[in-house]
């Protein structure tokens, strides 16, 4: 079965620095990978998804993803951090099983951001 | 547009007492998905809406829980009796068809059983 997996529930960087969120999946079937971030008392919102295509893709706000089927990871960055990025981010892989389908979250990573 | 909408906001309740949430997706999506976020923890799943049949059930943790959806349009999901480890914020999205498109959320339903 589809799954993922967030290495590190909390992250914390300096304002201007790199930001690296790892997600891992295990999928016997050709994945499709989202990113969703969640603001503080807010709903969850997509950042990007990888469907099929190009293995790089780019979100809103920055951020962008690059699918490696090697090694089984989509991990989400962005070259410069904001105070604004602030947040907890949640990956996702696609689950068919049985006829139906539905999306299984990782544990979510909380992004600090550091003045 | 009008984005997903859930209500209550919050609800407090006691422990066996009934509640009822609500979820208003966006108009023309035939997908609604519901989820449960326990603090500190991922999305887990429980539901799944296309139209108003369900052909995923699987994450409703017992037989406490149900969900119904009116047409294409408003869900509620029911929890009888509730338990203290019901708390949790209940989140609904939608989507305009498939799983796979990008699914809009609501801002959740933070219940708090006493």
């Known amino acids: 079965a589809q799954s993922v997996t967030q290495l590190g529930s909390h992250v914390s960087v300096s304002e201007g620095a790199l930001v690296l969120l790892r997600c891992n999946y295990s999928?016997?079937?050709?994945?499709?990978l989202f990113w969703y971030v969640q603001y503080p008392n807010q709903g969850l919102q997509l950042l990007l998804k990888y469907t099929t295509g190009a293995t790089l893709v780019k979100g809103i706000n920055g951020f962008e993803a690059e699918f490696k089927k090697s090694e089984t990871s989509f991990h989400l960055t962005k070259p410069s951090a904001h105070m604004s990025d602030a947040a907890e981010y949640f990956c996702?892989?696609?689950?068919?099983?049985?006829?139906?389908?539905?999306?299984?979250f990782g544990k979510g990573t909380k992004l600090t951001v550091n003045p | 547009g009008a984005g997903v909408s859930q209500s209550p906001s919050n609800k407090v309740t006691e422990k066996g007492k009934d509640v009822e949430l609500r979820c208003d997706p966006i108009s023309g999506h035939t997908a609604l998905y519901w989820y449960r976020q326990r603090l500190g923890q991922g999305l887990e799943f429980l539901i799944y809406?296309?139209?108003?049949?369900?052909?995923?059930k699987s994450g409703l943790p017992s037989d406490r829980f149900s969900a119904e959806r009116t047409g294409e349009s408003v869900s509620t999901l029911t929890i009888q009796r509730t338990q203290q480890e019901d708390s949790a914020v209940y989140l609904c999205?939608?989507?305009?068809?498939?799983?796979?498109?990008?699914?809009?959320f609501g801002p959740g339903t933070r219940l708090l059983v006493l």
């Open positions: 999928s016997s079937v050709p994945p499709y």
């Open positions: 999205a939608s989507s305009p068809t498939r799983v796979w498109e990008t699914q809009y």
């Open positions: 809406f296309q139209g108003n049949s369900a052909p995923d």
């Open positions: 996702a892989v696609r689950r068919s099983q049985g006829g139906s389908e539905k999306l299984v």
